[in-house]
């Protein structure tokens, strides 16, 4: 019996070492909080690997500011420090111009089934679009919305004149600073960590993000309008390193396509679920606040607005390249816009 019992000990300790010597830990870095839309993704991303290689392979999720900034973790993928990112197509800008495209207001519009449509299936996003990722060494897996973007402000804005001296913090792309700066705002590109002190410091006027990251961030604190101009989703993006993702076996490529799928659902119901719930906790908690809809007529002045921002577009894709490749990039810009409107468009009659 007492060899029996050292047998199995034996046999044990082999087992363990030879199951850590094939477990892996795959790092995923978000530029969100535990709580918010791409944490959700990120967590249900994990549990599925975890599950799919009988917990051979395990998920690290670093959660805002464990790695950097929003800019800092793009790289770390970019390179293969980490192997997956999650970020919004705003912070994208400076490594595929490209992409800034999902940034334009009024383009994929406010309606959540319309724009999942877009977002999950685009053949122009995961092929024209994707393929600049890959410029990059990135490896385009997903996009989803994470609920209409919301401005913040201490007065109501319905115009263009009401955005006059009005500081509101921006992404650090450049499609997002030129939008408000159209609108007629003065736009001031903040790290989200820095908005709160920032708002109350009055340094900045406004903001503008789903309702759900407003309630999580507490800046509904500071804020005593939040407006909804029926102008666009906050998109976010989830990529890989492209050159380790090719390194896979097709099973492990496999697996990650199960979790893509399985955590943008989750991610869906999610921030449906979530964002009406924090509007009505803010509503509860501040009801003082004044929440403002703009009227189609009020609109309407904003999207005319935004339409010049698609020649902005094309000059900001075309300035990032050289010598013969401007021509080439710009109508590569042009192509990606045009399809995706028409993508939008097609999707509205679904």
């Keep these: 019996m007492k060899k029996l019992l050292v047998l199995l000990f034996t046999l044990g300790i082999s087992l363990g070492n030879a199951s850590a010597i094939q477990a892996e830990t795959w790092k995923f870095a978000s ?10 993704y990120a967590q249900k991303f994990a549990d599925v690997i975890k599950q799919e290689s009988d917990g ?28 997956f990112v999650s970020v919004g197509t705003g912070h994208l ?19 959540e089934q319309i724009i999942r449509e877009v977002l999950t299936n685009s053949k122009t996003i995961y092929g024209d679009l994707s393929d600049k990722f890959e410029d990059v060494n990135l ?7 994470e609920g209409e973007m919301v401005w913040g402000a201490n007065k109501p804005i319905r115009s263009p004149e009401d955005f006059s001296s009005h500081k509101i913090r921006t992404f650090t792309s450049t499609i997002p600073v030129e ?16 908005v709160y002190g920032s708002l109350q410091l009055k340094t900045i006027d406004g903001m503008v993000n789903p309702i759900y990251f407003i309630y999580n961030a507490k800046w509904h604190e500071v804020q005593t ?8 989703p ?15 076996n097709s099973e492990k490529q496999l697996m990650i396509k199960k979790a893509v ?29 004044k929440i403002v809809m703009l009227n189609e007529e009020e609109r309407s002045r904003f999207e005319v607005l935004a339409k010049n921002l698609h020649e902005t577009y094309y000059d900001v894709v075309e300035n990032t390249y050289q010598g013969s490749e401007k021509v080439a990039a710009r109508k590569g810009a042009q192509t990606i816009l045009r399809n995706l409107l028409e993508e939008v468009e097609a999707a509205k009659q679904l």
Excluded: C
């Design 31 to 40: 530029e969100e909080d535990k709580g918010d839309v791409q944490a959700i």
């Design 56 to 83: 051979d392979i395990k998920v690290r999720v670093y959660y805002y500011g464990q790695l950097g900034t929003e800019n800092d973790i793009v790289e770390l993928a970019a390179n293969g420090t980490i192997q």
């Design 93 to 111: 800008g400076s490594y595929v111009p490209e992409v800034q495209a999902i940034s334009l207001p009024y383009v994929l519009g406010t309606d």
């Design 139 to 145: 490896k385009l897996l997903s996009m989803l919305s």
């Design 179 to 194: 939008t408000y700066r159209v609108f007629g705002a003065t736009p001031t590109p903040l790290s989200w960590g820095e």
């Design 225 to 232: 309008h939040l407006i909804f101009p029926g102008q666009q």
């Design 234 to 248: 906050y998109v976010s993006t989830v990529s890989t390193n492209n050159e380790w993702y090719r390194s896979l």
């Design 261 to 289: 799928a399985e955590a943008e659902q989750a991610a869906f119901d999610y921030q449906i679920r979530i964002n009406q719930e924090h509007l009505d906790r803010i509503l509860e908690e501040r009801p003082s606040m």
